[in-house]
């Protein structure tokens, strides 16, 4: 299963940008998506988590308010509009997949098997 993020780069704070992950339909189809991120020195965080095959979203305080997902089925195809952009945000990015579904979010990178490569948001003036 191949899953790829990309959209990563330099912005400035308080501006925005919008990160893609894309996989197959087969596991877009049945798979829970996550974004995390990993910040230089820093273990693996979530960011926004995906439950109930979708119709469940937990956003991390970090990010609560600021950040949104879409997903675009046509094109497999899951989004992380990320809006007022922090220094702190700075960090590699990484798109997730679940095999199974849950009825509560899964916020440990343990619970997903399939991750993308990755790729680097750097917020900075």
């Known amino acids: 299963v191949q899953v790829a993020e990309s959209g990563g780069g330099l912005v400035q704070p308080g501006t925005s940008m919008t990160l893609s992950c894309t996989t197959s339909?087969?596991?877009?189809?049945?798979?829970?998506m996550a974004w995390f991120r990993q910040a230089p020195g820093k273990e693996r965080e979530p960011v926004v988590t995906?439950?109930?095959?979708?119709?469940?979203?937990c956003y991390s305080d970090p990010v609560k308010g600021r950040f949104i997902i879409s997903r675009d089925n046509s094109k497999n195809a899951l989004y992380l509009h990320m809006n007022s952009l922090k220094p702190e945000d700075t960090a590699v990015y990484y798109c997730?997949?679940?095999?199974?579904?849950?009825?509560?979010?899964?916020?440990?990178?343990?619970?997903?098997?399939?991750w993308g490569q990755g790729t680097q948001v750097t917020v900075s003036s």
């Open positions: 997730a997949a679940r095999a199974s579904r849950s009825v509560v979010c899964k916020t440990m990178p343990a619970d997903y098997i399939y």
């Open positions: 995906t439950a109930r095959g979708g119709e469940k979203i």
């Open positions: 339909r087969r596991t877009f189809g049945f798979a829970e």
